[in-house]
Every structure is written in structure tokens, then in C-alpha cells.
């Protein structure tokens, strides 16, 4: 995806690996990274980029678009916990419910959303 933009800056890298944080204070990760661990409240959170592979936790399909939104539907979203102990709330790479099961193991994707009106590819992560 070499004419690829991503969605936000700062949440995932080509790799891909979503960027978190992890707290020096209590130890424990964050998704998205913020100033301050919402655990404990220190500000001692530095940069962490997460488990590229995880396990579904809970899944369901988008059939209508949210507002503002340019991508085609339905999508998968769902719950997805990594091995760092952190759920995350994620877009699928499946999005047919019938197709997932609990406790399926899943791997982060780049995935394309839609064109800008430059026309280049924006993209976010899911897992599949």
C-alpha cells in the first residue's frame, strides 16, 4: 500500500503493530496511547507497540454507515484481546458473524477504506 494514508496518524505502523502505551508506573498497556495511564494516573506512559496477533472476544456486523462515514458496509467490528492483557475495540477483517467464533485467534491487517480526494488509499487496522 506504497500510496497509502492512514485514517489517524499515530495509532498503527506498516508493519502492522498497533501503538500503545505501557505505564512504567503500574505496568500495564494502554490502547490508543494517552498522556496519562487510566489505571493508576501517572504520567510515567511510555510508547509501546502491541501484539500484532490476539484472540476475538466478542463480534458483531455494521450494516449501515455511521455518520461521515465513506467505506463500504458491512464491516466486522468487535473486541479483540492481545497477550499485553488489553481488549481492544477493533474493526474486523470478516464481517459475516457467522464466520467468527469466540476465542479465534486473530492477526492485524492493514485494510482500505476508502479513496480521499486526492485518491489515495486511506487505511486502518482490523483483525482476521
Known sequence: MADAV???EGLFTTEPRLIGGNCAACGRHQFPRGPLCP????????EALLSPSGTLWMWTAVTAPPPGYRGDVPYGFGVVELPEGLRVI????ESDPSALTFGQAVT???VRLHS????NDVV?????
Open 90 to 93: 477493533t474493526r474486523l477483517a
Open 108 to 110: 492485524l491487517q492493514l
Open 116 to 119: 480521499d480526494d486526492d485518491g
Open 124 to 128: 486502518t487496522w482490523a483483525f482476521g
Open 6 to 8: 492512514a485514517v489517524h
Open 39 to 46: 489505571y493508576c494516573g501517572s504520567d510515567e506512559v511510555d
